[in-house]
């Protein structure tokens, strides 16, 4: 059974920054590709990075140069460095895993965990 835990999220200000961590059982993540997704209030989810079996890495434009994917050597846990955050960065981040190429689209996504709350104030 395929399980995908979020943790790291919070509440911070304006320029500062967090680090989210999901932690992966069932699921051989180093052969397909992972992900990170945040969801507004109001809005669509959509995708932030995301991380193939290449180790290539692909961001949405608002957050390159801020935010950086990575996965650690065990292959159990992916993790998103955040910093510089903005208020628009506010919203529920999501890990996902897809055995169908990946990328930024959620449609290409299987696995989902429940998310973890990111709240930026001015």
């Known amino acids: 059974q395929v399980q995908l835990v979020e943790s790291g999220g919070g509440s911070v200000q304006s320029g500062g920054s967090l680090r989210l961590s999901c932690v992966v059982s069932g699921y051989s993540f180093r052969r397909y590709c992972m992900g990170w997704f945040r969801q507004a209030p109001g809005k669509e989810r959509e995708g932030v990075a995301s991380?193939?079996?290449?180790?290539?890495?692909t961001y949405t434009d608002s957050v390159k140069g801020r935010f950086t994917i990575a996965q650690d050597d065990a292959e159990t846990t992916l993790f998103l460095q955040m910093a510089s955050l903005k208020v628009e960065d506010t919203g529920m981040y999501y890990c996902?895993?897809?055995?169908?190429?990946?990328?930024?689209?959620?449609?290409?996504?299987?696995?989902w965990g429940r998310g973890t709350q990111v709240t930026v104030s001015s």
């Open positions: 996902a895993g897809s055995r169908r190429g990946g990328g930024l689209a959620n449609r290409m996504y299987d696995y």
């Open positions: 991380i193939d079996s290449d180790g290539w890495q």
